[in-house]
């Protein structure tokens, strides 16, 4: 016997359930609605906005990307159009899809966190917020917020008092000991947890003996993550108890089921959106044949369930 | 405000042919009807050139003809690195996961007199903007520059045969010897003309240089590294001189460009 119709909703944050567990990463699919044309956003479990700044920013100087093995740099530096700009410009046709719509926000302090996070109280279909304390090319903010177990837990405290909204923080890979970190986040207030945001990484063109990047450094992404990423999304969902929402150089359904495995709830497909521009549809299918061959109705029953080594 | 996404498909094509023209510069010719269809000058295709991981990105490159009723189009690309040394290695019958059109086409400009200046590779946008207007090329020059006779393809085959075209070689070993930007000045009409170039990133610069000497129009078509080629990742960026707000002092080649004003940007 197979199963028609397994049910794939699933929750991402205290308050906030998905149809499904496959959403578009922040910074690879734009503020989302542009990317209507492409396929039916409708299908997808929801998207994260490109993350905004209180203040427009142009970005760094160009090259902002290069190709390494099975994934590529980046060190785009949060180009976007501002707070301001996107509320009046972007929310509007975001509203009007028919897909969790999570916005990610990233401040310089505390209080310009908390200030962002209020804007969007008043605001109508906005199913979440993502804080973004893990960017690796903001140097004002950004990835300091992520590094500190103490700097983290206060900034989610401070913006769970002013926001009505579920608030996801979206973690760092490049510390020690990242379950620590969730576990301040969480404890924080945090709704759910995302992770992991790019690793840092650097390339070198030999022949010029320079930098090959305008800002030297940038966050690593695609397939070559993906061990890394598993492995702390597995020491995260088994330390907290808010739902974890896992990512990193996912590719195909079979990626995001051993995520899933793992303990993630949910998944974010980024950088492979950028090769394969309908990959997380593809994603979905596979997860909801996986369940029907597996005979697994509902995917609650899959998140987390990881036999012991042979 | 950033323009629109591009309503962009993805198409499996066959390769049809692929053979060397010059030294390390190779045209394909692929069976993709629905790309055929929809592709315009100096738009892009970014191609898959390997189904594994490597190269892990796509490569841009743009359309040198394209024959609507039959199906197929045609490229011309220089090997320089893994992908193309992936494409060089597709034989017939092999096929490409591709997706386009991306990007913006060449208008062709209402001017009197148009300067096509190509240098090597970049040649194929400019030439399929001549087969696109048969009624305009006693309007157009095209101006071709190659490094050396033997990275120089025939060009009777690749343009429109009624099209004034001039050589340089850097070398003299073919056409004239010299870069081809020396060329401009005596092919321009004061006031009538406008230039068209593509080709690598100096030659481009000197070019928008050249027209501003004149006070003439200048358009190029950049090719500059990419990740997506459809505005998801913003990596294509490119500076402009003067920017309304912050966020719009780089703009993105894929969505903007490829074909940009080459007076407003940073060279
Ligand atoms: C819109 C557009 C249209 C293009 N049209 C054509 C075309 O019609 N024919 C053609 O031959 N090429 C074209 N190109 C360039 C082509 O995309 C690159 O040559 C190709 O991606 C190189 O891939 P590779 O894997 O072989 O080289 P890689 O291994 O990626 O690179 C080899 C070396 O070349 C350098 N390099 C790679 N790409 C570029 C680039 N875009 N600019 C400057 N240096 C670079 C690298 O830094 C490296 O040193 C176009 C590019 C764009 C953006
Ligand atoms: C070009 C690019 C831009 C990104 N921009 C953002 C961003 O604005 N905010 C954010 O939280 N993460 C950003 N990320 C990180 C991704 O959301 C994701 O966490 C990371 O790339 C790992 O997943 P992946 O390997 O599937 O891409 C960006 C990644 C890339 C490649």
């Known amino acids: 016997m197979t199963i028609e119709h397994p049910d794939l909703s699933t929750k991402i944050a205290e308050g906030l359930i998905l149809r499904n567990p496959v959403m578009m990463a922040s910074g690879t699919f734009g503020h989302g609605a542009e990317y209507a044309c492409l396929f039916d956003l409708g299908k997808i479990g929801g998207l994260v906005t490109k993350t905004i700044t209180r203040h427009p920013r142009a970005g760094n100087p160009p090259p902002r990307t290069v190709e390494t093995p099975a994934g590529m740099l980046n060190a785009i530096g949060l180009t976007n159009p501002g707070i301001d700009a996107f509320i009046a410009e972007k929310i509007p046709p975001l509203t009007a899809l028919n897909t969790a719509c999570i916005v990610s926000i990233a401040g310089t302090s505390d209080l310009e966190f908390a200030d962002m996070a209020a804007r969007f109280n008043d605001l109508e279909g906005i199913a979440a917020l993502e804080l973004n304390i893990s960017s690796p090319n903001m140097k004002d903010g950004g990835m300091l917020f992520g590094c500190s177990e103490r700097a983290a837990h206060n900034v989610t405290r401070v913006v769970k008092a002013v926001s009505q909204l579920p608030i996801i923080v979206k973690l760092t890979p490049n510390v020690t000991d990242i379950a620590a970190i969730a576990a301040a986040v969480e404890e924080g207030g945090a709704d759910g947890i995302a992770l992991i945001n790019t690793l840092l990484g650097m390339a070198i063109d030999i022949d010029a003996r320079r930098p090959i990047l305008g800002n030297i450094t940038g966050g690593l992404s695609g397939p070559a993550i993906k061990p890394v990423a598993l492995a702390m999304v597995w020491k995260v969902a088994n330390r907290v108890s808010v739902p974890v929402i896992g990512m990193g150089g996912i590719a195909t359904a079979r990626d995001a089921i051993e995520f899933l495995v793992a303990g993630a709830s949910a998944i974010q497909v980024g950088t492979t959106t950028f090769v394969h521009p309908f990959a997380a549809l593809e994603v979905l299918n596979g997860i909801a044949n996986y369940c029907k061959t597996h005979q697994i109705d509902r995917i609650s029953d899959l998140i987390g369930n990881m036999h012991p080594p042979a | ?267």
């Open chain 2, 1 to 267: 405000m950033m323009p629109a996404i591009p309503n962009f498909i993805r198409e499996v094509a066959v390769v049809q042919h692929n053979e060397p023209i010059a030294q390390d510069i190779y045209l394909m010719r692929l069976y993709a009807p629905r790309l055929a269809t929809a592709c315009g000058p100096a738009q892009f295709l970014q191609i898959l050139t390997d189904s594994g991981l490597s190269p892990f990105l796509r490569r841009p490159f743009s359309v040198l003809r394209a024959d609507r009723t039959a199906g197929w189009l045609d490229l011309i690309y220089d090997v320089i690195g893994t992908g193309t040394a992936r494409l060089s290695a597709a034989r017939c019958g092999d096929s490409r996961d591709i997706i386009g059109p991306l990007g913006n086409p060449f208008d062709l400009p209402k001017s009197k007199r148009v300067l096509l200046v190509a240098g090597g590779v970049g040649l194929v946008p400019l030439a399929f903007l001549a087969w696109e207007h048969p009624d305009r090329l006693s309007d157009m020059i095209y101006l071709m520059g190659a490094a050396t006779a033997a990275r120089l393809p025939d060009m009777s085959a690749l343009l429109p045969p009624d099209l004034p075209l001039y050589i340089t070689t850097d070398d003299g070993s073919a056409g004239q010897r010299g870069l081809v930007t020396e060329r401009i000045a005596e092919h321009a009409m004061p006031n009538h003309t406008t230039l068209l170039t593509c080709g690598p990133h100096r030659m481009m610069a000197r070019v928008a240089a050249i027209a501003a000497e004149l006070n003439a129009p200048c358009f190029a078509a950049l090719e500059n590294h990419m990740a997506c080629g459809f505005g998801a990742c913003v990596g294509c960026a490119v500076e402009y001189k003067t920017y309304p707000t912050e966020d719009r002092r780089y703009r993105y080649v894929c969505l903007e460009g490829p074909v940009v004003n080459a007076h407003e940007i940073v060279w």
